[in-house]
């Protein structure tokens, strides 16, 4: 019988796959909608940009490249699924994604909370 062969170094999950990845990620992104669909609440840049340059450093160090990561991010298809998986979130909560009302309601919980979508975010 064969044995079954060890896995390379290059069998990596796509980082789609990579949960501490794909879901702040997706709390990037929730933060990204809300911020520019509410009027009252806006983003807090400067932070988002540190979280997101500490989310590649994490991916580089679980051995992605940098063209990987610059694929997953700039992916039509990943930006897609993620909108999904936002939309999902918002409708899980009882909101309404397309409507800015209910995006400023989950923005002001979100902030209260302390969540990871609520530190990227500040209230006007």
Partial sequence: TLAA????ASAK???REVAEIDDNMLWVALAIEISDHCGEISPRTLKGLMFLNALKSRAKSLGYSNDEIKTYVKSDAEKTR??????????????????????CSLGHAE???NSQIGVLLKAK
């Fill in 82 to 103: 993620i909108r999904a998986k936002g939309e999902a979130y918002v409708k899980s909560k009882g909101l309404n994604p397309t409507d800015s009302g209910d995006l």
């Fill in 5 to 8: 062969a060890p896995l390379s």
């Fill in 13 to 15: 999950p796509p980082l």
């Fill in 111 to 113: 902030i209260a909370r």
